[in-house]
């Protein structure tokens, strides 16, 4: 917390600055002898949390040494969420700590699990972490354990952003002949589409099935998640994007099954890269109907340094116009083995066109 702190006034106030109250003084103390808190850090949490008396965190330090917790892993769940410790242990902490040991979740991964993310002993036990962890056991696959998907990186979300329209939204998913593996991914990747009005989702579901999405595909579900994320009155909008450069609401539509993600763009970002690629580069809505993804790229990143090396060896007669689409969706190292080491004794400044656009503004066009 302190590691990026460069000034040592700073500092030093942190260390030898007179505390406020006695009760500050023993909150101090206790984090410091009791938790190995360095005094920094313990300052910082008593400016929070007022230890008057040491009977209720003593209890709480207790029970998660019971459940396997080293005074460091408490001391990093302090750090993290300093109200845990003055938290009933027997009628707050120890149930909910019990139910994930009773399911799976135990020693070291139980550890792992509340150090990570010690917000989720703040979430209701009834109302959240016994029904998360129920729909996940009627989610999974029969070999796949709870443990294992709560440690993964924001494996928690879940318990967060848990509601009761799940399980219908997911049954509705299976009725309609989606795979399991795809629910698995819209539930890890965009869990709160999930949580989405029954009705409504049912409703996004038959409409994103009509635009010609496949049931077995993810895009499907990449689909689900775009409208269920979408405003009303979004759709129009964007779609007016595109009329403004002459496309019809059924070729935007095709381009929408085959890339979901360009409807989670805002207009202007919709428009920045159509302008670039229709305008300036003269593709026909054919070229980026065939290579959809160009319109999702970083522009300023990716899109305009490699056009800028592009049009250059298209200008000098050494890569093929039709080339550029694959050329914007290969790897970095992949574009530069082949379209800047491989001509950069033909065209020395190369390198340096491909550089100083990648971070100053995109140049003039060269016209091709």
């Known amino acids: 917390m302190f590691r990026s702190l460069s000034n040592s006034t700073l500092l030093q106030t942190l260390f030898f600055r007179p505390l406020s109250s006695a009760t500050a003084t023993a909150t101090v103390d206790y984090l410091t002898n009791t938790l190995g808190l360095a005094r920094p850090s313990a300052i910082a949490i008593a400016e929070q949390l007022k230890i008057k008396t040491t009977t209720r965190p003593d209890s709480v330090v207790e029970l998660f040494k019971s459940f396997g917790f080293t005074p460091t892993h408490i001391a990093t769940i302090v750090s993290k969420l300093p109200s845990l410790l003055l938290a009933n242990p027997v009628k707050n902490l120890a149930p909910k700590l019990q139910f994930f040991s009773d399911n799976g979740v135990s ?12 917000v989720i002993l703040r979430r209701s036990l009834q109302n959240q972490i016994i029904p998360s962890i129920s729909f996940l056991k009627e989610l999974l696959p029969a070999d796949h354990n709870i443990a294992s998907l709560l440690t993964a990186k924001r494996g928690t979300r879940l318990v967060h952003t848990f509601s ?3 399980m219908p939204n997911v049954e509705t998913l299976r009725t309609h002949g989606v795979p399991q593996s795809s629910i698995l991914r819209l539930w890890a990747l965009r869990p709160q589409t999930l949580s989405f009005n029954a009705d409504e989702f049912k409703s996004v579901l038959k409409r994103v099935k009509e635009m010609g999405f496949d049931e077995k595909g993810l895009n499907l579900i990449n689909g689900v998640y775009a409208l269920c994320a979408m405003k009303e009155g979004k759709w129009e909008s964007k779609v007016s994007v595109f009329r403004s450069f002459g496309w019809g ?4 539509i095709a381009l929408f099954v085959k890339q979901p993600t360009i409807m989670h763009l805002s207009e202007e970002r919709i428009k920045k890269p159509l302008d670039f690629f229709m305008n300036e580069l003269g593709w026909k809505r054919e070229d980026i109907s065939k290579y959809p993804v160009v319109l999702i790229l970083s522009f300023e990143k990716r899109v305009v340094p490699r056009c800028r090396v592009l049009q250059l060896l298209i200008e000098k007669g050494l890569v093929s116009r039709k080339s550029m689409g694959r050329a914007l969706t290969i790897p970095e190292d992949r574009f530069t083995k082949v379209f800047l080491s491989s001509y950069e004794k033909v065209i020395p400044e ?11 503004l995109p140049q003039s066009a060269v016209s091709v």
Do not use: W
């Open 164 to 166: 009761r329209q799940m």
């Open 249 to 252: 609401e059924e070729e935007v």
């Open 350 to 360: 190369l390198l340096e066109v491909y550089q100083s656009n990648k971070v100053g």
């Open 107 to 118: 020693d070291p991964a139980l550890v792992h699990v509340i150090s990570t993310d010690p």
